[in-house]
Every structure is written in C-alpha cells, then in structure tokens.
C-alpha cells in the first residue's frame, strides 16, 4: 500500500496569514493526488485535484503544487471558513489512501 | 443539485450484518464510479470500496481491511448505492460516508453525503 505522511499534524495560524501544508508518498504518485477539508462534524469537500487542479467553487485562495512523491497545499490567506482538518488522498493505486490529516486551529 | 444521502447505520453486536444505503439525486447516477469511506471516531479517513458503472461490469475494489467481509453494489435504476457488511467487528465502528467519483479516470471525490454512523458494540 502506499503510505502518505501529511506534516504539520497540526498548525496554529491567524486569519490572513499564509498556511502551507505538505503531503509525502512513499512511491510516486505522478499527480494522482487530491485535497480535502473537513470542518468538525462535516464530509470532506475537494479543494484540489490532479495536484494543483482548482476543484470548481473553491476559492483561489487554495493552490496545490508537486508531483511524484511530494506535494503541497498552499492557503494564501486564511479565512474563518478554512479552519478544520486538510488531507490528501492518492489516486495511483489501490487502496486508495489518505494521509493521517493536518488539523488547522485559529491561534 | 448532487445530493447524496446515507441511511441504515445503528447499533449492531460484533459479528453481526447490516447494510447501509445511499440515495443519489441531482446527477446521472449511472455514469459514475462511486466509493464508500469511513471515519473511526476521532480518526482520519480510511477508503473502504468502489463499484465502477455498467460499462465496466460494476467491478468492484476493496481496502484489505474490509475484503471478504462487505459487498458494495448498486441499482442504477433506482440511484441506490449499497454497502452490504458481514461478520461486523468493533474496530469497523465509525461514520460511513458514500461519495462520487469526479470522473472514471481517477478516483477523487467530489460529493459526499452527511455519513451514517455504525457502532458495533456488544
């Protein structure tokens, strides 16, 4: 199975500041990754797909980036809405898996 | 609108079935791939199974976790998708999502329904 490591596991940030998140396989991926946000007692919702492809309705503030192994979710400026937990997910292979989450928390 | 709505979770005993359903509205059920995804409590996500369409002889695929145990199947003609699971264990506790594959090449999901929780308990 692939293994996909998220770090931060949690991270204390402000609204406005610049949050990045990263995502590490331990094969590669090509750009079979996505982005996820769930708020507390709430689905997922797709924020990124294919690595760096906006998912439609989602604000471009969000940006994916990397292929192969590593990759990266940036949040330019964060708003009240964007705190929750992010994951990735791999799309290469099955089981498709996801990475253990990286929970934002307002500072 | 894509509207994907759960039922069936509840409180079952280990060793136990249940079957969970997933209504689908607001799109052309049957020309997507759809996947089931779980969350223990206070845990992250874990992949549990897909069933792709009628094109692709609804083949399915399952986490090793879960393989042998349940059987994901679909009614196009009612926009049902089913998660039939068998000899129940408590580590299969957690909330059950259903979600859409955004398209047949890569299984991202783009709509998830609120989930339906499962407990096995004795």
């Known amino acids: 199975d692939i293994q996909m490591t998220q770090s931060p596991s949690s991270v204390s940030a402000s609204v406005g500041d610049r949050v990045t998140i990263t995502c590490r396989a331990n094969?590669?991926?090509?750009?079979?990754l996505a982005w996820y946000l769930q708020r507390p007692r709430k689905a997922p919702k797709l924020l990124i797909y294919?690595?760096?492809s906006l998912q439609s309705g989602v604000p471009s503030r969000f940006s994916g980036s990397g292929s192969g192994t590593d990759f990266t979710l940036t949040i330019s400026s964060l708003q009240p809405e964007d705190f929750g937990t992010y994951y990735c997910q791999q799309a290469k292979t099955f089981p498709l898996t996801f990475g253990g989450g990286t929970k934002v928390e307002v500072k | 609108e894509v509207q994907l709505v759960e039922s069936g979770g509840g409180l079952v005993q280990p060793g136990g079935s249940l079957r969970l359903s997933c209504a689908a509205s607001?799109?052309?059920?049957?020309?997507?791939?759809m996947d089931w995804v779980r969350q223990a409590p206070g845990k992250g996500l874990e992949w549990v199974g897909r069933?792709?369409?009628?094109?692709?002889?609804?083949?399915?695929e399952y986490a090793a976790s879960v393989k042998g145990r349940f059987t994901i199947s679909r009614d196009d003609s009612r926009n049902f998708l089913y998660l039939q699971m068998n000899s129940l264990k408590t580590e299969d506790t957690a909330v059950y999502y259903c979600a859409r594959d955004l398209r047949e090449s890569a299984a991202f999901f783009d709509y998830w329904g609120q989930g339906t929780l499962v407990t096995v308990s004795s």
């Open positions: 294919d690595a760096s």
């Open positions: 094969q590669g991926l090509s750009s079979r």
């Open positions: 607001g799109f052309t059920f049957s020309d997507h791939y």
């Open positions: 069933i792709r369409d009628k094109g692709n002889s609804y083949t399915t």
